[in-house]
């Protein structure tokens, strides 16, 4: 495509529920990138993939939250029993490759609430 | 560890009058600076970008920022603004990686 897709781009779901989110990189990236947003703040790092594998995962507010990516292209955010503080927009980013040089495009973002 | 400060929330300023939104770091390594704008309802959008080099950035829609190594500020500036740059601005810092830390951001309202 010519943007890093995410889906859906809302949900709602209810306290103890289990969200998966979709990130649809740029062809051909091999970097891709999970970033939260809370209201009135700026992006926070979560995760972010160099090909297949989770290159590094610190950003990962607790092992509710999981993220993979097994053919190195389409990334899954999962988050397990869902709590009322999970609610943000949740940002996916990909760029060429890993590095200062090269730029990352960022989705649109997935806005989640949780009930 | 990183941070970045944006001390202005919200920066009101009328059509065609210059602005510049500041932004401070912290940081105990090489630092790259970064700036994107976020139009409403969309995703993050690369500004300008300092790696190394000049000072003095230029980057689209006509803005440009300057890297102060000694006041560890990287404040974005443009001379002339239009109702099109409403937005939300985030000045971000990175260590050579992609894992960005971000401000809080400053929302630049452009009034007629």
């Known amino acids: 495509g010519a943007g890093v897709s995410q889906t859906p781009s809302n949900k709602v779901t209810e306290k103890g529920k289990y969200v998966e989110l979709r990130c649809d990189p740029i062809?051909?990236?091999?970097?891709l990138y999970w970033y939260r947003q809370s209201l009135g703040q700026g992006p926070e790092f979560l995760i972010y993939f160099q090909g297949t594998g989770a290159a590094d995962d610190s950003g990962l507010p607790n092992d509710r939250f999981f993220a993979v990516r097994p053919e190195g292209s389409v990334s899954t955010l999962k988050i397990q029993r869902t709590e009322r503080g999970d609610s943000a927009v949740y940002l996916c980013?990909?760029?060429?490759?890993?590095?200062?040089?090269?730029?990352?495009?960022f989705g649109q973002g997935t806005r989640l609430t949780v009930v | 560890a990183q941070s970045v400060t944006q001390l202005d929330s919200q920066v009101p300023v009328f059509e065609e009058a210059p602005v510049e939104l500041r932004c401070n770091y912290s940081?105990?390594?090489?630092?790259?600076l970064f700036w994107y704008v976020q139009y409403p309802n969309q995703g993050l959008q690369l500004l300008l970008k300092y790696l190394s080099g000049s000072t003095l950035v230029k980057g689209i829609n006509g803005f440009e920022a300057e890297f102060n190594k000694s006041q560890t500020s990287f404040h974005l500036r443009k001379p002339s603004v239009h109702i099109s740059d409403t937005a939300e601005y985030f000045c971000?810092?990175?260590?050579?990686?992609?894992?960005?830390?971000f401000g809080p951001g400053t929302r630049l309202s452009v009034l007629p």
């Open positions: 971000a810092v990175s260590d050579g990686g992609q894992n960005f830390v």
């Open positions: 980013a990909s760029s060429e490759y890993l590095g200062e040089n090269t730029e990352a495009f």
């Open positions: 940081s105990s390594v090489s630092v790259y």
């Open positions: 062809s051909g990236h091999t970097a």
